[in-house]
């Protein structure tokens, strides 16, 4: 609808989308939620509107007071050596709630669990790296059906990773299919 319907109206509260807001005129407003409740919001500053109604066609007056939250909601990145490094940390909130986005090229074993033990709000954990970063390539199939199996296998672990086998796991990976090629005859 359009906002000149509420023109008889000194003040208008439209409810409580995301952020606080008007429409309009300063007088119809969204008041915003007083927490984050997601790391979109991160940025968000929430508040509290207060309005003080005078006579009926007076302008209200209208302010914000900021809340804050006893856990913010922040994003935080960086290799899981940087971001466990106590120095780093020390002086941070690290009670808040948190996404985290871990830039190691190799994943890091029960990252979720051990970062918790210094980010107990940890929410979320994701990788930013060259193996997360290709994973929106896309593969020709038909190419794929004439390669070895080593080399489709080796293809396979260069993009889930972004590097390829070292030495010692490509000669790994050929005694495994060997002793399997053996076993089926």
Excluded at 38 to 50: A, D, G, Q
Aim: with cysteine; charged share 25%.
């Amino acid at each position: 609808m359009d906002a000149s319907v509420f023109e008889p109206f000194d003040y208008v509260a439209l409810g409580h989308i995301h952020n606080a807001q008007h429409c309009s005129r300063e007088s119809v407003r969204y008041c915003g939620t007083l927490l984050k409740y997601s790391f979109s919001e991160v940025n968000h500053i929430k508040s509290i509107t207060v309005v003080e109604l005078k006579e009926k066609g007076k302008n209200p007056q209208i302010h914000t007071v900021p809340v804050t939250p006893l856990h913010d909601m922040r994003e935080i990145k960086g290799s899981y050596e940087e971001l466990t490094f106590r120095k780093n940390y020390m002086n941070t909130p690290v009670n808040d709630y948190l996404h985290i986005t871990l830039t190691d090229e190799q994943d890091v074993p029960d990252a979720m669990g051990r970062l918790r033990s210094i980010y107990p709000y940890l929410m979320l954990l994701d990788y930013d790296n060259a193996r997360t970063r290709a994973l929106g390539q896309v593969h020709d199939g038909a190419a794929t059906e004439k390669q070895s199996p080593f080399d489709v296998f080796a293809e396979f672990y260069r993009r889930q990773n972004g590097t390829d086998l070292t030495e010692e796991q490509a000669a790994f990976l050929r005694s495994q299919m060997e002793s399997v090629w053996e076993e089926e005859v």
